[in-house]
């Protein structure tokens, strides 16, 4: 009996597993709802749970790298100013020639102290070194729409966790009701048995049966007492909020409906698998262009003044350099051996993944026909089970049925109602786990993440 009362809560390892808030000053939080539906209650954990916000952040990282790699595509302009003093003949020679103060009396082995105070700008842009900028950029913008997709499937995990947490809870509390009942049965017959034993037409030993009945029927009522005390709490840490209320309304909001499809093309997993992929052969392209030439220009212009020598100067560059690498101790080759190894290992865990997902769309699948089924049945278990007991009762009230007969009707009952409420339960669990497999929101109107790739 005692597992036929355990709330599951497996969704724990998800709370335990997810990472901290960020946020040395996190921004005021609206008051959530006084009571729930599933579908508020899946908007707001969307917006509010941790996960949501660090998977934010990671995509805000992920878009940072691509201005990162695109920097070293654009021309790079620098100021720059120093001023020196010197008497070391090549450099104070240097300063007389840049400040147009040379004579012939000047002594080359010994011209003297001077200074120089110098300000230039320099501008440098790369022409060409073999497309690896183009390809640095166009796998950070791959990576992005990974951590896009990455936190889309973040969402899809939490969604399918606040249903089953709200169904959790919507079940705790009929078992709750059920036990409810079931203690005020006993009771009832408690009675009546302990006015016949004081009628002298019934043993003490009938009576104490149906006692120690009553104090099972109380236990069973505190453990389902404090799984919904649990299921509550689970509840709210996935909304994203230490305390609040947990009132639901199970009929409230659009219901789920299985869906008409079950390919699990959809699923962001997937998609997010693919992006990694198209970033590992970009990273190949990348490293192939190792053995390829780069091209740089160049430019500057500065202008000079030396309060010593009282004279001034100015002067500009210009030119490209080419470089071609002839030998690299074959760093090249590795480096693309490393790049294509990647590449096959993301391609193998994507095969394993699509093996892995059918498999799960499969599961979901099964376990809703399962359950439709347990509670077709345990519906015609529950009818008669209640028409068993009340004619029972009647019939103990008579006389005619003995304490342990009618302890076994109630148990039957009791029994019957609560596998009626998990099957209930396991239903609407496995309609949101089929939606999660096949890739699909949980609820039709609300909109899936946006997944634009950084142009």
């Not at 300000?119 to 842009?125: D, R, S």
């Not at 990694?276 to 052969?281: E, G, R």
């Not at 500009?316 to 080419?322: I, M, P």
């Amino acid at each position: 009996m005692l597992m036929r009362r355990t709330i599951t809560v497996s969704l724990l390892f998800f709370m335990l597993s997810a990472g901290q808030p960020l946020a040395a000053n996190p921004t005021p939080q609206p008051a959530p709802p006084t009571i729930w539906s599933a579908h508020e209650a899946v908007r707001f954990a969307l917006a509010h749970n941790p996960d949501s916000t660090i998977g934010q952040q990671r995509l805000i990282k992920a878009q940072a790298a691509i201005a990162l790699e695109r920097s070293s595509m654009a021309p790079q302009i620098s100021l720059s100013s120093q001023y020196s003093q010197t008497n070391a003949p090549m450099y104070s020679f240097g300063n007389i020639l840049n400040q147009g103060e040379f004579s012939n009396s000047i002594n080359f082995n010994n011209p003297g102290r001077t200074d120089s105070l110098n300000a230039g700008v320099q501008l440098g842009y790369r022409l060409y070194n073999g497309g690896r900028d183009q390809a640095r950029v166009k796998a950070a913008q791959e990576d992005a729409s990974a951590s896009q997709m990455e936190l889309a499937t973040t969402h899809a995990r939490l969604a399918f966790e606040i249903v089953r947490a709200f169904h959790g809870i919507a079940q705790a509390m009929e078992i709750i009701h059920v036990d409810q009942s079931a203690v005020e049965a006993v009771l009832s017959s408690l009675k009546m048995a302990q006015a016949r034993h004081e009628a002298g037409v019934l043993l003490m030993d009938a009576v104490l049966d149906l006692e120690m009945q009553l104090s099972q029927a109380k236990e069973n009522l505190i453990q389902a007492q404090h799984a919904l005390a649990l299921s509550r709490k689970v509840f709210l840490t996935l909304l994203g909020v230490e305390e609040g209320s947990t009132d639901i309304i199970p009929e409230a909001g659009p219901g789920q409906e299985p869906p008409l499809s079950t390919a699990s093309g959809a699923r962001f997993e997937l998609k997010a698998l693919d992006a990694m992929i198209d970033a590992a052969q970009t990273r190949v392209r990348q490293a192939e262009s190792g053995s390829s030439p780069t091209l740089d220009s160049f430019a500057g212009y500065s202008v000079e003044q030396g309060s010593i020598t009282g004279g001034a100067g100015d002067a500009w560059q210009a030119g490209v350099k080419l470089q071609y690498p002839l030998f690299d101790g074959h760093r090249t080759s590795a480096e693309v051996a490393k790049a294509t190894a990647g590449l096959a290992e993301l391609q193998g865990k994507r095969h394993k993944l699509e093996l892995a997902i059918g498999l799960e769309v499969e599961q979901a699948r099964l376990a809703l026909r399962e359950a439709e089924e347990r509670l077709q049945v345990t519906e015609k278990t529950v009818a008669q089970a209640k028409e068993s007991a009340e004619i029972n009762r009647a019939r103990f009230g008579e006389g005619v049925v003995l304490p342990s007969d009618l302890i076994a009707v109630e148990n039957r009952l009791t029994e019957a109602t609560i596998r009626r409420t998990m099957a209930k339960t396991a239903r609407q669990i496995a309609i949101a786990d089929l939606r999660r497999a096949s890739g699909l929101p949980q609820f039709d109107d609300l909109p899936e993440i946006s997944l634009t790739k950084e142009p």
